[in-house]
Structures are given as structure tokens and as C-alpha cells.
């Protein structure tokens, strides 16, 4: 059995106390044979700065570098607000994504069936939801140049943001969103603004051609983006892979995930480009939700976001299908048993705190 090299970097703020109970489902897994990871913890954010006054020690990137996959937390707060604008915790976050060179980020949204009638939508309209969001993470209006704001000396300023993509980068995003899809649902639909923009043009020219070439399998579909965000909430059930760039992924996947509910639910990936010799990519697997100080210390976040988020590890890293599954199916089941944190309360549900739902997700998935 291969051994795998697993960081953890839990955080701060509840990212502490969520990692705890991924660490009891890896410790599991080592035990019973399921799989060998040799895992190391490390220090990032809050707790890092608090340590040796950086977000991230040079120490820590190396192994992040040197892993086959990082798992984090969560981190930022109040408590750090003062703190000088590149070691802040979130700098540490960051860092890690350019380093690692993540361009792929993946935003599943899931809806559970036990949780269906607590979207804002119909329940018809969401229940057994299953697609995936593929977002460029590394490119586009969010880095492009010329970024800046200018005096033009008349009492009025210009503000400028600059969206550049070139044919390397659609290419590399769009096989990330086609290798998945063969996975799944074998559909891929893409989204950008060619009515408007020069960029959306060449996004959907590279997306064509590497779907015929290299995906023929695949069904590819092009929409606008803005109607593809009226779509998501109308009928998301008609997606399986959206594949689009850093701003619209990030405007459509926070819509994306308010269809099933709560941000403590929320999982994601953010994967870079295979290495040439081994074929492994970097990757690195986050809830989608911060270090919420609100709740922080009180052992009631909900643990599942960052549980899900190792499901993903498992099944993109490691190509271990049949545990992420049922690691998935555990959490479902769990719920299905009306177990929920103080987010997910339901009325004739129970509450529980976050070592509870950790350890009956551990329970489901032992079997
Ligand atoms: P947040 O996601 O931390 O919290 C928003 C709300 O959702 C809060 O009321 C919180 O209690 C609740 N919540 C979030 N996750 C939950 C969970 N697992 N279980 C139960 N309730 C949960 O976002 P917020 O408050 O805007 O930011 C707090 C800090 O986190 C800030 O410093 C922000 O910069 C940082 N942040 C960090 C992220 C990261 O580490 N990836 C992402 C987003 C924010
Ligand atoms: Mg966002």
C-alpha cells in the first residue's frame, strides 16, 4: 500500500476544533488498513502568527511543498485585526495558493436529503442535487494587468481592472473540468460572456476545441454566464461540471452553495498542475468557511464542511473512491438520523456539538 504525506493545517478559530475530527477519521483509516497516510501538523494563520509572528513559517511551506496533499482549516478573526497587512492570518492562505500554484478550484454543491427542506428553494428543486463548480483560481480580473487606480487631475480618478486570460490557462482549467466530469455525470458546461467580452470569446474557442479533441465523450455545453446564474437557481439540476473563470466562479459558486444550506456544510478543492515527472498535483482541500469567532471555543461548529473536504482529498488525490464515498454516505446517514449541529437545528431534530457529530460520523463510516 502506497503511503501518502497528509499536512494538516488546522488553523484558528474553529478550523481547531473541525480538524480534530478529521484527525480521528484519518487515525481510523491508518488503524484499520484502509489506507497509510503519514500525516505532520503544522501552524498557519492566527496560530502561527501568535507562535513566531509570520502567518506561515518558511518551514511549514516546505512541507505544504513537499506533501501529496495539505488539508486547512480555517483561519482569521478580530483578535488579529491590528496585525501588518502580509502577515495577517489570511496572508498564510494566500501564500499557500500561489505557492502550490492552485489554478483549479472545485466547489461541490450537495444537497443531503435529510437537509432539502432547509434551502430557500423548493424542495423538488434541490433534493439529491449532486453538481461541481470548477473555477480558475490563478488568472483573470482578479490579477490581471494593468490594476490600478489613477488621478486624472480633474477631481475625478479612474479605477481599473484588467481580465486576461490566455489559451494555456482555458486549456488546463477546461481538462480539469472534463477529466472530472468522466467521473461523474459526463457533461461539462461552460461559462463565460462572449456576447461582451474578448476574453469570454477565446474562453469559449479553447473550450471547444478541447472538448472535441481531446473529450469527444464528454457533452459540452456553452451558456452566458449571467443566464447560467439564473439558471442555477431556477433548475440546478440540469448541471453535472460548470467550468468558468475566477470572477463568475466566484459570484456563481456562493450561489451555487446557498441552494443546499448551510456554510458549515460546505467543502472544496483547489488543485494545481500535474507534475511532469510523478503525474501527482498539488492540491489542497479547505471548508469553504472562515474561523467564525463568533462560535469559536464552545465545541458547536459544525465539523462536516471539513470532514467533506477530506472525502474530497480522498477521492482527488488519492483516486480512493469507494472510502470517499462512504465517508460521504456516513455524514448523509448521520443526518439522516436527525443528528444536527446548532447551524443545521431543525425542529424534532437533535443537537449536538462538534466532538458528537464527529464521532457519529465515525461511527456510520467504521460500518
Ligand atoms: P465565517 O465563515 O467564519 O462565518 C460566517 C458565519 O457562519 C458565522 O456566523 C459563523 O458562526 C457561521 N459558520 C461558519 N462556519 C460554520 C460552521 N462550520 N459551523 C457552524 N457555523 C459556522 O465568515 P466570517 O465571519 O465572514 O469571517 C470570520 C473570519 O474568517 C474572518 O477573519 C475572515 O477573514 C476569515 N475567513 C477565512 C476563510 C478561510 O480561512 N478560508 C474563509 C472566509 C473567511
Ligand atoms: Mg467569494
Known amino acids: 500500500m502506497t503511503t501518502h504525506k497528509l499536512l494538516l493545517l488546522p488553523g484558528d478559530g474553529i478550523g481547531v476544533e473541525t480538524m480534530e475530527e478529521v484527525k480521528a477519521i484519518v487515525s481510523f483509516m491508518?488503524?484499520?488498513?484502509?489506507?497509510?497516510?503519514?500525516?505532520?501538523?503544522?501552524?498557519?494563520?492566527?496560530?502561527?502568527?501568535?507562535?513566531?509572528?509570520?502567518?506561515?513559517?518558511?518551514?511549514?511551506?516546505?512541507?505544504?511543498?513537499?506533501?501529496?496533499?495539505?488539508?486547512?482549516?480555517?483561519?482569521?478573526?478580530?483578535?488579529?485585526?491590528?496585525?501588518?497587512?502580509e502577515v495577517r492570518p489570511e496572508a498564510g492562505l494566500l501564500r499557500l495558493r500561489k505557492d502550490l500554484a492552485l489554478f483549479a478550484n472545485l466547489r461541490p454543491a450537495i444537497c443531503y436529503p435529510a437537509l432539502a427542506a432547509a434551502s430557500s428553494l423548493k424542495h423538488e428543486v434541490v433534493e439529491g442535487l449532486d453538481i461541481l463548480i470548477v473555477r480558475e483560481l490563478t488568472g483573470g480580473v482578479?490579477?490581471?494587468e494593468p490594476k490600478e487606480i489613477t488621478d486624472l487631475g480633474n477631481g475625478q480618478k479612474r479605477g481599473v481592472d484588467t481580465q486576461v486570460y490566455e489559451t494555456y490557462e482555458i486549456e488546463r482549467i477546461g481538462r480539469v473540468a472534463f477529466e472530472l466530469a468522466r467521473t461523474r455525470g459526463n457533461k461539462v458546461t461552460s461559462m463565460e460572456k462572449r456576447n461582451v467580452m474578448k476574453s469570454g470569446v477565446l474562453w469559449n474557442e479553447v473550450m471547444t476545441r478541447v472538448g472535441r479533441e481531446e473529450y469527444s465523450d464528454v457533452k459540452l455545453d456553452h451558456m452566458l454566464a449571467d443566464s447560467g446564474g439564473m439558471q442555477l437557481v431556477r433548475w440546478p439540476k440540469q448541471f453535472d461540471v460548470i467550468v468558468t473563470d475566477n470572477l463568475f466562479g466566484d459570484l456563481l459558486s456562493d450561489i451555487a452553495a446557498m441552494l443546499t444550506g448551510s456554510l458549515g456544510m460546505l467543502p472544496s478543492a483547489s488543485l494545481g498542475a500535474p507534475d511532469e515527472r510523478s503525474g501527482k498535483r498539488k492540491a489542497m482541500y479547505e471548508?469553504?468557511?472562515?474561523?467564525?469567532?463568533?462560535?469559536?471555543?464552545?465545541?458547536?461548529?459544525?465539523?462536516?464542511?471539513?470532514?467533506?473536504?477530506l472525502a474530497m482529498c480522498l477521492r482527488y488525490s488519492f483516486g480512493m473512491v469507494e472510502l470517499a464515498d462512504r465517508l460521504?454516505?456516513?455524514?448523509?446517514?448521520?443526518?439522516?438520523?436527525?443528528?444536527?449541529?446548532?447551524?443545521?437545528?431543525?425542529e424534532g431534530a437533535r443537537e449536538v456539538g462538534t466532538r458528537e457529530m464527529g464521532a457519529a460520523i465515525l461511527a456510520k463510516f467504521r460500518g
Open 142 to 144: 482578479y490579477f490581471g
Open 328 to 346: 460521504e454516505k456516513a455524514i448523509s446517514d448521520t443526518l439522516n438520523d436527525g443528528l444536527r449541529t446548532k447551524d443545521i437545528m431543525s
Open 287 to 309: 471548508p469553504v468557511h472562515g474561523s467564525a469567532p463568533d462560535i469559536a471555543g464552545q465545541g458547536i461548529a459544525n465539523p462536516i464542511a471539513m470532514i467533506a473536504s
Open 30 to 85: 491508518n488503524e484499520e488498513g484502509l489506507a497509510s497516510f503519514e500525516t505532520e501538523e503544522g501552524l498557519v494563520g492566527g496560530s502561527a502568527y501568535d507562535a513566531h509572528g509570520k502567518a506561515i513559517s518558511e518551514e511549514h511551506m516546505k512541507l505544504a511543498t513537499e506533501s501529496d496533499a495539505v488539508l486547512f482549516g480555517a483561519v482569521g478573526g478580530p483578535k488579529w485585526d491590528g496585525v501588518p497587512y
